[in-house]
């Protein structure tokens, strides 16, 4: 029987199981949800997005654009539900996190090909494998893992950032507006004079932290940096980082503020929103005391605090080739972050690659090879040993897809040429390589 078992219904679990099933192939997706969770679970539905709902730009000149738009060209259902929970964010693609969580779990719960199993992946089956338990993988399969993979005891912190409810920002404190007038009036904007700035670092470079085993500043992915952490740096970070004013006019002034928070809508009837940037490690009691110093923020009701948790990734140089398959044992591979990929999108396109290419193994076709010229392929190549020095978790940009042969002027022109570049690569990789055309 042509069957292959995905542990883990993640991002990339589940991006790998839809490609592997619509070629023809059996799949056993292993889920422990809902019978057991991680701490930065809440949901039973797979694909969960437990940091922020935002999947980042959808423009063809950044290189997440790019990649998204070579997902939809390969039938993801990451972003075909992506798309259709699509929340207002301005040129970003955000999400109604429930939503996109259900209707990636129907999708995969309904497909003849594939059984999902409720149980807690604690050994690494016989057979074709692809192992996508992510960063915050069980201490049963982490311990296997660990065995098959040494030296892939690497890991970064990660930090989620709270949810406030629409109805209890004090909207004379705030108002709509998206930076530099881009798209639709669609972030909550908050924002504070010099006085209130300078109160607000002050307290939250002294406050509280939660406790977490083996934590240090040093070890968080810059992506991800509780906000405490920034403001430590200098008293002006935040003003250049996530509460830049740069591009916001307050209507009732015309002019821009001192600081700006941003709030983007968390879900699709808009009463939630997320604090943008705001990833903390802070206690809850903490968060609520020097949150609540934002004017708008003042008697906000926090339906989720932030969190931090330990990811860890594989050294995946050394470990793992260009389809993401374990070089000592090929059978098995891995997708998602524990590869060192950042990212909702990078997560989910490695679920693709490596869904595909494990495709063609099992079918006997050639491999796609997806090349440097692609985004996919970009990623992939880099993880499995484009790095040079340290190894560090890297999202998708540009400077890791090859360069254009001829010059173009201006940065943005330069980016979109790269893109239409690369998506006529994959327009021709569909029509000559078969597994592509299942």
């Not at 040494?150 to 409810?165: E, N």
């Not at 484009?386 to 943005?412: A, C, E, W, Y």
């Amino acid at each position: 029987m042509r069957e292959v078992t995905v542990l883990g219904a993640g991002l990339a679990g589940s991006e790998a199981a839809w490609q592997l099933a619509n070629r023809g192939i059996e799949v056993r997706l292993v889920e422990m949800k809902p019978t057991k969770k991680t701490p930065a679970h809440r949901s039973a539905d797979f694909a969960e997005l437990v940091c922020s709902n935002s999947l980042r730009s959808d423009e063809l000149t950044n290189a997440v654009g790019l990649l998204k738009a070579e997902l939809r060209k390969l039938n993801s259902l990451i972003m075909k539900s992506a798309d259709k929970n699509r929340v207002a964010a301005g040129g970003a693609l955000a999400v109604d996190r429930y939503g996109f969580a259900h209707d990636i779990t129907e999708a995969l719960k309904a497909h003849p090909r594939i059984t999902v199993i409720e149980a807690e992946a604690d050994a690494i089956p016989e057979g074709d494998v692809i192992v996508a338990t992510g960063p915050l993988s069980s201490d049963a399969i982490a311990e296997r893992i660990a065995e098959l993979c040494p030296d892939s005891d690497l890991h970064f912190y990660d930090a989620v950032a709270p949810i406030v409810t629409l109805e209890s920002v004090d909207m004379d404190s705030a108002f709509f507006a998206s930076r530099y007038d881009k798209g639709t009036a669609d972030y909550v904007n908050c924002p504070m004079d010099k006085d209130e700035y300078l109160a607000f670092v002050r307290e939250l470079v002294t406050a509280k932290e939660a406790e977490i085993h083996g934590f240090d500043d040093g070890g968080v992915f810059e992506g991800c940096m509780p906000v405490e952490v920034m403001a430590r740096r200098g008293v002006d970070t935040l003003r250049y980082g996530p509460l830049k004013p740069v591009g916001l006019k307050d209507p009732r002034t015309g002019r821009e503020n001192y600081a700006v928070v941003q709030l983007r809508r968390d879900n699709a009837e808009g009463t939630l929103y997320n604090l943008v940037g705001f990833q903390t490690h802070l206690t809850w009691g903490e968060q609520k005391r020097v949150f609540s110093m934002i004017p708008a923020l003042k008697n906000a009701e926090f339906v989720r605090y932030g969190v931090m948790h330990r990811n860890t990734f594989l050294n995946s140089p050394k470990l793992l080739d260009r389809h993401y398959a374990l070089r000592s044992e090929p059978r098995i591979r891995f997708a998602g972050q524990m590869t060192g990929v950042e990212g909702y999108v990078e997560s989910a396109a490695s679920g693709m690659l490596t869904g595909i290419e494990t495709a063609a193994a099992v079918l006997g076709l050639p491999f796609v090879d997806f090349p440097q010229e692609t985004a996919i392929g970009a990623l992939s190549l880099y993880i499995s040993g484009g790095s040079v020095g340290d190894f560090q978790p890297m999202n998708i940009n540009f400077g890791i897809i090859t360069p254009l042969d001829h010059r173009v002027k201006g940065k943005r022109n330069k980016n979109a040429a790269i893109s239409e570049r690369s998506l006529a690569v994959i327009d021709t990789l569909i029509t000559e390589r078969e597994v592509l055309q299942l």
